[in-house]
C-alpha cells in the first residue's frame, strides 16, 4: 500500500466519512510492501484465509531471502517458501536461522506455531506410487504448515488395488482427500467411486513417453467418470493442500 | 449385484461369520441392476454421497429412460439425467410425466424431494459473460436438486471488474464458490485473489480461435497463481456442482 | 496378382525350378484383385490369417458394393465390411440379398460359416459405460464372424468398482480381455491389475471438453501403470477384436 | 495386507466360513508389505501372472534396493528393476552381489531360476534401426527373465526392406512378435501385413525435430492399416515383453 | 499492375534508362489485375513457372467465376478451380459452358490446351487405400492440366505390400513419384527405400481416432527413414502435382 | 452499479468526503446495469476509451436484442454486435429498425454517429487472399465505427509479392497497419520488414489440414522475425481494429 | 547491397532517370554488407524505423562480435545484442571495451545517445510476478535504448489485485503498456479492463506442468476478453518494447 | 543378404531359370552385411540411387566406426555419418584416418571421389538468418559429396527482403532451391512465389516460446500459399539435400 492511499484513508477517517473500525480493515485489506522486484502482499491472508507463500522458482536467493523477512515482520504465521533447491536454503539459512528445510518436498519454512489444531477433522493424501512421494510430501508438508492435521499412504495404485482397499477406512473419515498419481492418473477415479469427502486430484510427472510431463495423468483426472474430484496443475502439491486446508477449515469452523 | 453375490452374503450371515448389520450394509455397498446394456449402480449414494446421475449424451433415449426408472425404482432422491437434448425428454416424458427439463441446463430431472435444507449454507456461481450461462445453469440446477441453496451472478468478468467487486460481498458468505469462464478464463484466479471459501473452476467452450474449445480457459485455471483453485473439465457444470455440493454438505454436517 | 506375374510363376515351374507345391503357395500368397479403384488383397488370409476386411468409411457405396463381390467370389469366409452407414446396406442389399447389417456396431456382413469353432477358448469384452456400447459391439461382431465364443459385459466402469468385481471371475477365464473405456479409460489399468490374461485396451470418443475425442483415454492406456495391456486406436473395436482373436487362435491351435 | 485383514480372514477360517485353501488364496491374494514409502505388491503374481517389477525412475537408490530385498523375500522368481541407471546398480551391488545389470537395457535383475521353459514357444523382437536398440534389449531381456524363449533381429527398417524378408520366416514362427521402431515408425504395419502372429509395437523415441520424442511412431503404430497390431508406450520395452510373455504363456499352457 | 507503375515503366523506356526488351519483361513480370476483392496474377507463370490456380475454398461463386474470366482473358493456358463444390461448378458453366468438373478431384477446369508433350517423361501416383482416391485425383488432374503425362496406381497399401511390388516396375521409370497416404501413412517411406526419383509425400485426412485428421500419417512422412522424401500439406494433391510438373519439366527441358 | 453503491457515494458526497466532480466520475466509472442475465457495462468507454460491443456468439437473440437495446439507453455512440449471424439480425431489426448489418464481417450495428473525425490519420487494412476478406471486413467496419478513416487492401500474399509492393505507399501512410492472413501467415513478416507503423497481424481459419484452423498463420505470427508486430486471436478483426483505433487515437490526440 | 546493384542505380543517375535524391534514397533504402555468415542490414532503420538487432541466440560469439562492429561501423545508434551470455559478453568486450552488459535482460549493448527524448511520453510495463522479471527487463533496457522513457512496476499479479490499484494512476499516463506474466496470465485481461492505451502482452514462461512454457499465458492473452490486447511471443519482452516503441514515436512525431 | 539366399540365385542360375545378368542384378539388389547390432544395407544406392548413409545420433562411437568400414568395403563411394559429434570423429580417426569432420554441419565423411560433375546443374541453398547456417551446412556438405555443384546464400530472411532479392538471379538459375529456416518460415514462400525451380523446405529449430522447436516454421512451409514447395523434417538438412541431389540428377541425365 502506497503512503498516498495510507493518507488517503486516514484523511477519510479523520473527515468523519469512515469510522475507526473501517479504517483500520480498508489498511489491513489493501497493505503491501513494495520492494522494488516484489510487493511482498501483507494482506493476503486477510483477504484469502492464507498469508502469502513464495513461489522460489525463479526468484534469485537474494530475493527469496528479502521476501521471506518481509513476511516474517509482517505476521506471526508460519512462513514457506516452495520450490526451493538446497542452495537457496543454505543461503538463507545464514541470515534465518530458525529456517528449516523438507528437502522432499522442495521448501524451506519458517515454524512459528507448531499446534494442529484439531485432531478430529484431517486431510488425506495417497499416492499411487512411491515415485510420486516428493509432490505429495509438498501437499503434506505444506497442509501441516497451515495447521492440519494429514496423514499420507504411499504407493496405493491401481496395479494392486487391495493396498488401496487397505487403506479405505482411513481416507473415509477425512475431511479432504488428496490423490497423487503420475502416469494414467487411474487413482482418483477410483477413490472417487469409494468414498464421499470431496477429492483433490493432483497429476505428477511421474512417467515416459506419453505421460507427457503429466499430462495423461491430468486428462485422466479432468475426465475423472466419478464425480466429486477436481483437478490442480501437475505436480501442484501446495495448491492440492491449500484447496484442502479450506475445506478442512470449514469444517471445523462450523463445528 | 448378482444372485450368487447376495446369496453369499446371506450364507455368510446365516453362519454366523456377518451379523445382520454387516450383511445388510455389504448388500447396501455392493448393489447394481444389471440391464445388459447398463448396471445401475443402487449403491453409489452409500458409497459416494450422491446417487447416480445419468450422462445422456451417447445413450439412446430408450436407454435414458430405462435407466431412469431404474433409479426411481431404487432410490426416493431427486433423479436426473445430464447432456440430454429436448427430443429425449419429450421420448421420456410420455412414460414418465413427472419429469421436467432444465433446456438451459439440458438435465431432465425429477424432483422428489424439494427441500432447501439450510438456507445459511451456500453455494455462490459466478459467470464471466452471459454465452456461459448454460453451463452455469447445468452448476446451479444440479446443486439445488442435491439440496443446496445456490445463488447465480452472470456476466462479472474482467474487461468490467467492478460487476465482479459488487458481487463479492455475496461471495464471500459462501461455503464454496463456483467460477464459470470461457475464453482466457482470468476470473477464476481474480476471485481466487478475493475470497477465503475454496474455489472451483469451470472452463467452458466459449470463444473462438486459439480458445481451442476452452482449453486456453482450462490451463488458465490450473496455472491459477491464487490458490486455492481446484479445476473440472471444460462445461462440465455438474461435476463442479457435486464437488462443491460435499463440501458445502461438510459446513452442514460439522453445525 | 498380375498376369505377367502369374506367367513368370508358370514357367519357372515349368522349367523345374518350382515345384508344384511351391507355385501353387506363391500364386496363393501373391494374389490380388485389381479393380482400378482398389487392389482386392487376395492372399491376405494366406499370410496374415485372416481376410481382408473392407474400411468402408470414405468409400462410395459402389465401390464397397464391388469389393465385397470381389471377396464373395475369392473366398469361403464371412466378409465384413465396417464404419458402413445405414445408406450403403441398403444400397449392397439389392444386389447382395444375404448380406446382414448390425447397425450398433456399423458392419455390413455376409455370413457363411457360422460355427463357433471352440466355446472353451474365449474372448471376453468389457465397457466402462453404456456409451461405449457401439465400439464394444464393433468388438464383439468381429470376434463372432471370426470364429470365436465372445462375452460382453456392460458398464463396470471404475466409479462403481463393485460392478466390475462381480464380473471378474467370467474375465478371469477368458484368454484375451478387450477393456472398451472413454473419459479417463481408468478401468484399463484397473482390469490391468486384477487378470492374468493379456488385455486389449480400446479408448472411446466418449466424453467431452478436455477428453479430446479420446485422447485422454488414449494416453491412459498407454501410460498404464499395469502391464500386459497394449492399446488400439480410439474407437478401434474392430482392431482390438482381430488382436483378440489372434491370440485366441493361438490358445486353440496349441490344444 | 494389514495385521487386521490377516486376522480377519483367520477368524473366519476359524469359524467355518472359509476353508483352509480358501483361506491361504485369500491371504496369496492381498498380500504386500508396508514400507512406509512403499507398498510392495507380493501378491500381484497370484493375481496378474507375474511378479511386481520395480520402476525404479524416480525412485531413491535407497528405495530401489529396499524394494529390491522385500520382493526377494517375498518370492523365488526372478527380480528386475527398470530404469535404473549404473549408480543405483552400483549402490544395490554392495548388499546385493548376486544382483547383475545389463546396461544397455538398463535393467538391474536377480536371477534366480534360469532356465528357459519351452524353446518352441518364442518370442521375436524385430528393430527398424540400431539406434532402437536399448529399447529392445529391455524387451529381450524382460521376456527372458519371465522364461521365455527370445530371438533379437536388429536393423530392419523399411529404407532396405529387403533385410526384414529375410527374417520373415523366424518371424512366422514366433508365437508374438515385438516390432521396436522410431521415426516414422512404418516397420508395425509392413511386419503386420506379412505374418499371423500378434503384433506388439513399440514407439521409440529414436528422431528429432517432428518425431517429438516418439509421438510420431506412436500415432503411426496405433493408426495401422494392418489389423492385428496392438501399441505400448513410447520406449516402453518392459511392458511389450510383458504382453508377448502373457501370449506365449498361453500358447504353453495349452499344449 | 497499377497504372501508375505501368506509366514509370514506359517513361523509363521512353528516356533510354530501359530498352524495349527489358520493358516488356518488367510490365509481364509484374502484372497483376485489381478487382477489389482480389488481385489475379497475370504474372505468375511468368515468375513461378505455372499460371495463377484458384483455390475457390472460401471464395462466393461469384468470386470464383469472376477470377476465372481474369484469368482466362490474360492467358491462353489451362485454367483450374480447386477445392469446389458441384454448386460452384453449376453457377460456373451458366457464363463458362466450356467449364468442365472433376467431382473426385473437385476441381473445375477450362481446358484450352489438351496434349500431353510429352510422353516419355512421366509422374507416378500410388495411393494406399481406395478412400485416398479423392486427392490422389486432385494431383492426377492437375498434373495432366499442367500437361504431364501421368499415372495413377490404386491401392498398394503395406497391409498387402505385393500390390506395391507388381508395380514397382511402372513407378521406377517416372521422373517423380507422388505417394498418396493416410492412417499410419507408412507407403511413402516404403517406396521411397525402393526407388530412386523424388518422392513427393501426401499425407491424407483418411483414418479415425488418432489419425487426427492426417496428422499421424503427415509426421510418418516427415520422419520417413528412406531420404529423398518430402511432404507436402494434408490432402495437398494439387501442390504435390505442381511439384512433380516442376522436376518432370527440368527433366524434359534438359533433353 | 448496485443501487447500494450508488447510494454509498451519494452519502459520502453529502459528508463531504467526496466532492460533485469526484462523485459524479464515480459513478460514472462503475455504473452496469444488472439484467440477470447480463451486467451490461455503461462504463467501459469512460475506463478503456470504448464503449462495450456485443460478442453475440452463444447468446440467444433475445439476450442480444436486450443488451442492444440497454447500451442504446445509456450512450450516444455507435453500438455493434459481433459474431451475429442473419437470423438474430432479423429478430433485432423488428424492435430497432435503425440496426444496419454488415453480412460479410457479420455485424449488426447501429449508426449514431456517421463523420470519420479525422482523414489524414489512417488505418490501413491488407489481406494476403480474397479467403482472408470476412476477417478483414469484421475489422474495416469496427475501426469505421470507432470514427477512423480505414483503407482495405485485398489479395497481396507472397505468392505474388508484387501486388504487395504497389500498395506499399499507402500501408507507408497509416499510423497502424492490420495485416490478415491464412494458411502460413508470411504476409505480416513481410510487411513488418518493409514499414515503421505498428503492425496488429491477424491469423485466420483460411486454409486446411496442417493450417490446424489458423494455427499455423498464430504461430507464424508470434515468431515473426520482423519486431513491431504483435498479434490477436484467430479470426479477431474486432480486436485488431480496436487495438488500431487505440494507436491511432493516440496520433490523432498529440496533434 | 552488392556492387552490380550499386553500379545499377549509379548508371541510371547518370543517365538521368534518377535524380540525385532518389539515388540516395534508394542506396540507403536496400544497403546491406555481406559477410557470407551474415547479410547485416544497414538500411533497416531507414525502412522499418528501428536499426537491425541482433539475436545473439544459435550464433557463435565470433559472429556475433562481427556483427556487432559492422552495424557499429554503418550507423550512428545504439547497438544490441539480444539473448546473450555472459561468455558471448566477456568475448565482445575485449575488442569492443565501450560495449556494456544488462545481465538481467541478457543484453549486450554498445550505448552511442543517451538522451531519453521526451519525458512526457513514456512506456509502462507491469509485471505479475518477480520471476517475470527478466523478460520484463529485457523490455524495458530494449526501451530505453531505442530513446523512450520507460517505468517497470513489478509483482502486481492478480492473486493480490490491490496492488495493481496501486499502480493504475501511472499506468493510466503511459501511451503504451506491456504486460509481463506467466502462469495463467490473467493481468493482461485485467489491465486491458482498466485503462485506455493500447496494451502488448508478453506471456513469460514462467510457471510449471501444464503452463506449458508459457503457453497457458500465451493463449489467455490471445482469447482477452478485453479488446485493445495484442500480443508478443513467449519471453519477447524485445518485441514488444519495439511494438511500444513504434506506438510513443507515433505520439510523440504527432505533437 | 544370408548366405542361403545367395545360394538360392546360385542355384537358380546353374539351373538355367535366371541368367548370369539376372543373377549378378539379384545379389546386388539385396545384399547386407549382418553385424548383429546392425544391417548394413551394400545395395541401397542400387535401389535408390545412393549409397546407405549413417545416422549416428544413438549409436554409440564403436557402432559408428564398424557401420563405416562396412561401408568403405562395399562401395567405393563417399562415406557419410551425419548427426555425429566430435567425440565419435576423434574416435572414428583414429581407425580412419583418412575421415574428415565438418563440426558446423556435424558430419563425419570419407571422401573417396571428389569431383563436381557438372558446374552447370547446381543446388542453391538459402538461408533466413546465421542462426540457421549449422543445418544449412548439413545440406551443403551433403549435396557435396554427392557430386553436386551447390552455393550456400546466407541471412535472406524477409526482415530484409532486399538482401533475397540481390540473390535471386543467382536463385533462379538453379535445378533446385533448399530454403533453409526457423522462426516463422516465412522465407520459403516468398521464394516460392518468386522462382520457377521446385523448392525444397527445411524448417529449423532456432526460435523460442511460440516456434516450439521449429513446428512453426514446419506448419509455415507445409501451408505455403505458393505451389511448388515441398517440406522435410525439422532441422533435416541431409534429407533436403538427398532430395534435391535426385532431382538435380534428372536433369543432368537427361541433357
Same mark, same amino acid.
Given at each position: 500500500?502506497?503512503e ?8 477519510r477517517?479523520?473527515? !468523519?466519512?469512515?469510522d ?9 485489506k489493501?497493505?503491501?510492501?513494495? +520492494? ?37 515482520a509482517?505476521?506471526?504465521? %508460519?512462513? +514457506?517458501?516452495t ?13 534465518? *536461522?530458525?529456517a528449516?528445510?523438507?528437502?522432499e ?8 506455531? %507448531? ?11 495417497v499416492?499411487?506410487g512411491?515415485s510420486?512421494? *516428493?509432490?505429495?510430501?509438498?501437499a ?6 497451515l495447521? %492440519? ?7 496405493c $495404485?491401481?496395479? #494392486? ?20 498419481? $503420475? +502416469?494414467? #492418473?487411474? /487413482? ?14 493432483? *497429476? ?9 510431463? #503429466?499430462?495423461?495423468?491430468? /486428462?485422466?483426472?479432468?475426465n475423472?467418470c466419478?464425480? #466429486? ?6 505436480? %501442484? !502439491?501446495?495448491?492440492?493442500?491449500? +484447496?484442502?486446508?479450506?475445506i ?8
Open positions: 500500500m502506497t498516498e492511499k495510507i493518507r488517503e484513508f486516514l484523511r477517517y479523520k473527515a !468523519g466519512s469512515l475507526e473500525e473501517e479504517t483500520a480493515a480498508a489498511i489491513r489493501f497493505s503491501f510492501e513494495d +520492494m522494488g522486484f516484489a510487493a511482498v502482499d501483507h494482506s493476503r491472508e486477510e483477504r484469502q484465509g492464507i498469508a502469502e507463500v513464495i513461489y522460489a522458482a525463479g526468484k534469485t536467493k537474494e530475493q527469496t531471502l528479502k521476501i521471506m523477512k518481509s513476511l516474517i509482517g505476521s506471526d504465521k %508460519n512462513i +514457506m517458501a520450490r526451493a533447491d538446497g542452495e537457496t536454503y543454505e543461503f538463507v539459512k545464514k541470515e534465518l *536461522p530458525q528449516q528445510y523438507d528437502d518436498a522442495r521448501i524451506i519454512y519458517v515454524e512459528r506455531e %507448531n499446534k494442529i489444531l484439531d485432531e478430529e477433522n484431517r486431510i488425506a493424501i499416492t499411487a512411491t510420486d512421494l *516428493p509432490v505429495a510430501k509438498e503434506w508438508r505444506t497442509a501441516t504448515l495447521g %492440519n492435521a494429514a496423514d499420507l499412504f504411499c504407493d $495404485g491401481v496395479a #494392486g488395488i487391495h493396498r488401496l482397499f487397505n487403506r479405505l477406512d482411513a481416507l473415509q473419515k477425512a475431511n479432504a482427500v488428496i490423490v497423487v498419481a $503420475g +502416469m494414467e #492418473g487411474a /487413482l482418483a477415479s477410483v477413490v472417487g467411486g469409494l468414498i464421499k469427502a470431496p477429492i483433490i486430484a493432483v *497429476p505428477t510427472s511421474v512417467g515416459y513417453g506419453a505421460s507427457f510431463g #503429466g499430462v495423461s495423468a491430468l /486428462l485422466s483426472m479432468l475423472s466419478a464425480a #466429486g474430484v477436481a483437478t490442480v496443475n501437475i505436480d %501442484n !502439491g501446495f495448491g492440492a493442500a491449500v +484447496m484442502a486446508h479450506k478442512n477449515l470449514l469444517a471445523k469452523k462450523k463445528q
